[in-house]
């Protein structure tokens, strides 16, 4: 049995803690240390498949302004963030291009999108299209000069259980932390018997997805289609073309698993509002050709997203809620939270000059 001490665990693989320590790597460049910091991120994307890499991933501002909703604010605000992100960083793995939304066929979709977009037919938007393997694998690649900047160790390993300030491994491995941050998504929730101190993760539901993906090659531009109750995008890079997705609420967190039936409902409702549109990259394709891809999303009431503290615990933080806009919500979760586990880490530490 082992037995490490740590200043900081970053517990998730996914893109809120990939982006969480992206951001954070750029603040340690600014603020030198005047000595070390014990950094481990630890998870297990074999055993738990992260719910990022089995994402559609895009990122648009479906019609959102400020001041109207606390989400929409969110939104407009992470819109942004990964703008700036893009501009700064040149990332691999993300497409800018145009989105296109159209209305339904009923009077009530059509007020509907009136009331989102300003008219009843279709419009235009722009749009950030991740392709999560390889975005993910760019940002990996880039949080590893963190270890130039402090010891900054990663561990492929299942957390068996969180207790007081102690991180336990499967295989019994224990880590001490002074300050964690949970970036755990939905698995938080399915598993909360794995945290019984931390109450927060217990709260929130469990919402599956899963979508088609199809070798198509449309060119190489990205671009995309939403409808009332799904969308279709195209990934240039990957030549593939994404129909999608579903949202299935997990009412048994233990052993409920994903029906393909409504998935296969959802495909042909799509194909046929694309050919409504006048959209037939359908028409030559068979269903049965078609990847299927999952994953498990983290919904708070009225969609939320929370980043913070865990309640009581001062040092024990989390990302979650992101739900359906975890790509583009991380990035702004990353920019408030790098701030406050700064302070904190110098508060135990003192170890960074302001
Ligand atoms: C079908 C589908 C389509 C989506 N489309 C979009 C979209 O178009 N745009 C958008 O912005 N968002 C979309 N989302 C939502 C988005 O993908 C999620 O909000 C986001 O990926 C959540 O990221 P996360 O880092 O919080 O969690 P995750 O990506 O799930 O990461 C959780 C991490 O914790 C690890 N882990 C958990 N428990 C343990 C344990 N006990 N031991 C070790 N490791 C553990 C996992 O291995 C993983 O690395 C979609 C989601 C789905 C399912």
């Known amino acids: 049995m082992s037995i490490e001490n740590k200043h900081l665990i970053v517990f998730g693989g996914g893109i809120s803690s990939e982006v969480f320590l992206f951001y954070f790597l750029q603040k340690l460049k600014k603020h030198p240390l005047t000595s070390p910091l014990k950094i481990t991120q630890i998870f297990d994307d074999i055993t738990f498949p992260s719910c990022s890499l089995n994402s559609t991933a895009f990122v648009c501002p479906r019609g959102i302004k400020k001041g109207l909703s606390p989400l929409g604010d969110h939104l407009y605000e992470a819109f942004n963030e990964v703008d700036l992100f893009i501009k700064e960083n040149s990332p691999a793995g993300?497409?800018?291009?145009?989105?296109?939304?159209?209305?339904g066929k009923d009077e009530v979709s059509i007020n509907k999108f009136l009331r989102r977009y300003g008219q009843q037919i279709k419009t235009t938007e722009n749009c950030f299209y991740f392709t999560p393997?390889?975005?993910?694998?760019?940002?990996?690649?880039q949080n590893e000069e963190l270890k130039q900047f402090c010891d900054f160790k990663k561990k492929h390993?299942?957390?068996?259980?969180?207790?007081?300030?102690?991180?336990?491994?499967?295989?019994?491995?224990?880590?001490?932390?002074?300050?964690?941050?949970?970036?755990?998504?939905?698995?938080?929730?399915?598993q909360e018997n794995r945290y019984p101190e931390i109450d927060a993760l217990k709260f929130g539901q469990v919402v599956s997805g899963s979508f088609f993906s199809f070798n198509q090659d449309l060119g190489e531009t990205s671009?995309?289609?939403?409808?009332?109750?799904?969308?279709?995008?195209?990934?240039?890079?990957?030549?593939?073309?994404?129909?999608?997705?579903?949202?299935i609420k997990i009412k048994n967190k233990e052993t409920e698993d994903f029906s393909l039936h409504p998935l296969h409902e959802l495909y042909h409702r799509i194909k046929?509002?694309?050919?409504?549109?006048?959209?037939?990259?359908?028409?030559?394709?068979?269903i049965d050709d078609g990847e299927i891809q999952k994953g498990y999303r983290h919904k708070y009431?009225?969609?939320?997203?929370?980043?913070?503290?865990?309640?009581?615990?001062?040092?024990?933080?989390?990302?979650?809620?992101?739900?359906?806009?975890?790509?583009g919500l991380s990035f702004l979760a990353a920019k408030e939270l790098t701030t406050t586990l700064l302070k904190n880490l110098n508060s135990s530490v003192r170890a960074i000059t302001f």
Request: glycine share 8%; aromatic share 12%; net charge positive.
């Open 157 to 190: 390993s299942e957390v068996k259980i969180i207790k007081h300030d102690k991180l336990i491994t499967i295989n019994d491995e224990i880590l001490l932390f002074d300050n964690l941050l949970i970036c755990a998504g939905a698995y938080a929730t399915i």
């Open 301 to 327: 009431s009225k969609n939320r997203p929370y980043w913070g503290i865990t309640s009581p615990h001062n040092n024990i933080f989390t990302i979650r809620g992101l739900y359906k806009n975890g790509y």
């Open 133 to 141: 393997t390889i975005f993910i694998n760019w940002i990996r690649k």
């Open 223 to 247: 671009f995309g289609h939403t409808f009332d109750e799904g969308y279709c995008i195209y990934r240039p890079d990957l030549k593939k073309l994404i129909i999608g997705s579903t949202s």
């Open 94 to 103: 993300v497409n800018i291009g145009t989105i296109t939304h159209h209305p």
């Open 272 to 286: 046929e509002e694309m050919a409504r549109v006048g959209l037939n990259y359908l028409s030559s394709i068979l």
